[in-house]
């Protein structure tokens, strides 16, 4: 009997192809500003650093990620926290110097562990040259580089395209700024256009004022995000994670947008008042756009180098498969899909069914628990929980991403008004630095504590990632050695997919398959103690090697008797004895 006749049998499974290096590679996101000080150079700055993530390469390895991502590291002057970039070919002064990223490729390459950077190509900071020149005047070679247009003729924006960053307009109502507001009427978003009296017209940015969006319509705009691409590569990056892409396809008619009837007052962002028809993802453009991306990577000079792309687009799930299909061999949209779900077994279920069902053959497939514009996944689901999506996350197939922190099951951190850096969405409770040890400032700077980044999570001695590893039920130790399993597992890294019918709804089991080579997976979704039969692999021998909270186990376990599951665990078992 083979586990696959056990599935359910509207999931399909994967292909069970070898695609590379990125097909099971776990990637750690690396938050620059707020990941780790140098400490060699005696700096205190406050800080991370370039230098300071090269210093941690050793612990990216012990852990056993594949590849880091950077988070934007480029001049700025930080309005959106290194999403408003001065120059796409540089590092920020405060971080370091292009010789020191050189340092940092080349410890990375020399720990097998590969890197790809934020490419951020939907806008720039209003300080990049460009910009500068291009709101000089109507007639230079950068003035349409942007978007400009002329205000209508009683002086009001071009269209009623909105900001993405109109949080701060309910912050606003909620303090009472806005008391011209009838309680019946919705807060209003912020308009996407900020009038330039220089040009006497606006330009459009879908994210903050100082985030002026590029004009993609333009071929010399495309060519120029080309050449930065070619320039990273030649520095040896091996890949990008392309930020906020879906805006760059727009319907250039700047067509008004209709209101969104599910828009939720007091809940949702004023943004979403309005639909995302015309403003983003417009599909005339958005996906030969993506083409040109994956285009690059395809050129002869860099055949044999394996790069990779990951889109970031927050869309629904027909245009992410569009996404998927543009070049699946290397380039595949984010799946966010869990990141916005309640811990529910049904939710989750439902989830994985239509991301796997979906996927076009070859692409590399991804699962993301959180990132730095979220709140952290202990915090939003629960520090039990939060270890059982980590088992859950890592055996399934592609690539799976842990952001910086998520390893030592980090909670969010409460940063005094005063304090806060993210102004335009308050991400930086996310976004405080990483506890490493318990010396000053959990060893993430020498600095004193007022001049830090961010505060540090007042619990850091109880928390502490070097008191973690000698913990060997710590969430540190579950995710080590959920990554040592994983790396030595052709199953988990390559192997087929399928959902597993299990007896009861509270727990979603999966199992991956590669030859002789099966790994089950069960997750407990609910508070309850489980124990779970499934007739069809009670025949079984194996072993049960992982558990979400007791780590390691590797004893044998007998099917027959079902599997026991403590309340929010997940377990994983390889699996012999398949009768084929
Ligand atoms: C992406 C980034 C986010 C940033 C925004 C604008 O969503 O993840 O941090 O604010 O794009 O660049």
Same mark, same amino acid.
């Given at each position: 009997m083979q586990p696959t006749q056990t599935v359910d049998q509207n999931v399909q499974s994967t292909t069970t192809q070898l695609n590379g290096f990125w097909q099971g590679a776990v990637v750690y996101q690396v938050y620059p500003w707020s990941f780790n000080e140098d400490k060699a150079s005696g700096a205190t700055k406050g800080h991370g650093t370039i230098r300071g993530i090269t210093e941690r390469v050793d612990y990216f390895a012990d852990l056993g990620v594949n590849a880091i991502w950077i988070s934007p590291f480029y001049p700025s002057p930080m309005a959106d926290s290194g999403y408003d970039i001065e120059d796409y070919r540089d590092v920020h002064p405060d971080l370091g110097t292009i010789q020191d990223f050189n340092e940092l490729v080349q410890e990375l390459h020399e720990n097998d562990?590969?890197?790809?950077?934020?490419?951020?190509?939907n806008h720039t900071s209003d300080q990049h040259p460009w910009f500068k020149q291009s709101r000089a005047s109507k007639d230079n070679d950068k003035s349409d580089w942007y978007i400009w247009r002329d205000p209508n003729p009683d002086g009001?924006?071009?269209?009623?395209?909105?900001?993405?960053?109109?949080?701060?307009?309910?912050?606003?109502?909620?303090?009472?700024?806005?008391p011209e507001l009838r309680d019946d009427?919705?807060?209003?978003?912020?308009?996407?256009?900020?009038?330039?009296?220089?040009?006497?017209?606006?330009?459009l940015h879908s994210f903050a004022v100082e985030q002026p969006d590029l004009?993609?319509?333009?071929p010399a705009v495309r060519a120029a995000i080309q050449d930065v691409m070619r320039y990273w590569i030649d520095r040896g990056v091996d890949g990008f994670r392309i930020d906020a892409v879906?805006?760059?396809?727009?319907?250039?008619? *700047?067509?008004?947008?209709? =209101?969104?009837?599910? $828009?939720?007052?007091?809940?949702?962002?004023?943004? @979403?008042?309005?639909?995302?028809?015309?403003?983003?993802?417009?599909?005339?453009?958005?996906?030969?756009?993506?083409?040109?991306f994956a285009d690059v990577l395809e050129e002869e000079e860099y055949r044999g180098r394996d790069l990779r792309i990951v889109f970031e687009a927050y869309m629904d799930e027909k245009s992410l498969d569009r996404i998927n299909r543009v070049a699946p061999g290397v380039a595949g949209a984010f799946n966010f899909g869990a990141m916005g779900l309640d811990w529910e077994a049904r939710l989750r279920k439902a989830q994985l069914d239509e991301y796997y069902k979906h996927l076009p053959p070859g692409i590399v497939a991804n699962q993301v628990n959180g990132n730095h514009d979220k709140p952290r996944l202990a915090s939003r689901i629960g520090e039990i929980p939060a270890r059982a999506a980590a088992v859950?996350? *890592?055996?399934?197939?592609? =690539?799976?991403?842990? $952001?910086?922190?998520?390893?030592?099951?980090?909670? @969010?951190?409460?940063v005094p008004l005063e304090r806060q850096r993210d102004r335009l969405r308050g991400r930086d409770i996310a976004r405080t630095p990483m506890l490493w040890d318990d010396t000053n400032n959990a060893g993430f700077s020498n600095a004193l504590e007022a001049k830090l980044w961010l505060p540090i999570d007042p619990e850091y001695k109880a928390k502490h990632l070097a008191g973690q590893r000698h913990d060997p039920t710590s969430s540190y130790s579950l995710y080590r050695a959920l990554l040592a399993f994983r790396n030595g597992s052709t199953a988990v890294h390559y192997g087929d997919f399928s959902l597993l019918a299990t007896s009861d709804d509270d727990v979603l089991g999966f199992v991956r398959r590669y030859d002789d080579d099966?790994?089950?997976?069960?997750?407990?979704?609910?508070?309850?103690?489980?124990?779970?039969?499934?007739?069809?692999?009670?025949?079984?021998?194996?072993?049960?090697?992982?558990?979400?909270?007791?780590?390691?186990?590797?004893?044998?376990?007998?099917?027959?008797?079902?599997?026991?599951l403590e309340p929010h665990e997940a377990i994983v078992v390889c699996l012999q004895g398949i009768d084929r």
């Open positions: 562990i590969r890197l790809m950077i934020d490419l951020v190509p009001s924006p071009p269209n009623n395209w909105g900001s993405v960053f109109s949080h701060s307009q309910l912050f606003k109502r909620q303090a009472g700024e806005m009427e919705p807060t209003p978003y912020l308009s996407a256009w900020q009038y330039d009296e220089t040009r006497g017209q606006y330009y004009n993609w319509e333009n879906n805006f760059i396809g727009k319907d250039m008619r *700047l067509t008004d947008e209709p =209101m969104n009837p599910d $828009y939720i007052e007091g809940v949702d962002n004023p943004y @979403d008042r309005l639909m995302r028809r015309y403003s983003s993802g417009y599909p005339d453009t958005f996906y030969s756009y993506l083409n040109e859950h996350n *890592l055996m399934l197939p592609g =690539m799976p991403f842990i $952001y910086q922190g998520e390893e030592g099951g980090f909670t @969010d951190v409460e099966i790994v089950v997976t069960m997750t407990n979704f609910s508070d309850k103690d489980k124990t779970i039969t499934s007739p069809e692999l009670s025949d079984l021998a194996g072993e049960w090697v992982l558990s979400s909270l007791h780590v390691n186990i590797n004893r044998p376990i007998d099917m027959s008797q079902g599997f026991h």
